[in-house]
C-alpha cells in the first residue's frame, strides 16, 4: 500500500508520541479531526497502527514503505543495462 504525505506524518507523530488521538494529530497538523480519524482507521486496517482503545492509537507492526534514494535508483538502471547487454 502506497501512504501519501499525510499518512507518513500521521504515522511518525503516533511513533513519537507512542500513543496518540486523533484529536491530538488533528492539532498538531491543523486538519479537520474526521479527516485524521479516517485516515487513522484505514492505517489501523493495514497494521501501520494499532487500536488500543476507542480512539487510541499506538504504533503497529508494520514497516513505513522506504522512498529508493537517488543512488539506489542509478544502481538498479545500472544493474537492469549490464544484464540487458551480457
Excluded: C, D, W
Excluded at 15 to 38: D, G, W, Y
Excluded at 49 to 58: D, F, W
Aim: hydrophobic share 35%; charged share 35%; aromatic share 4%.
Amino acid at each position: 500500500m502506497k501512504l501519501s504525505e499525510t499518512e507518513k506524518k500521521i504515522v511518525k507523530i503516533v511513533e513519537k508520541e507512542f500513543r496518540a488521538t486523533p484529536k491530538l494529530i488533528a492539532k498538531k497538523m491543523n486538519l479537520s479531526e474526521q479527516h485524521v480519524r479516517n485516515l487513522m482507521a484505514n492505517l489501523s486496517r493495514f497494521e501501520f497502527l494499532k487500536r488500543v482503545a476507542r480512539g487510541l492509537y499506538e504504533r503497529g507492526s508494520q514497516k513505513l514503505p522506504e522512498l529508493e534514494t537517488l543512488g539506489k535508483k542509478i544502481k538498479n538502471v545500472h544493474e537492469k543495462i549490464t544484464k540487458t547487454t551480457s
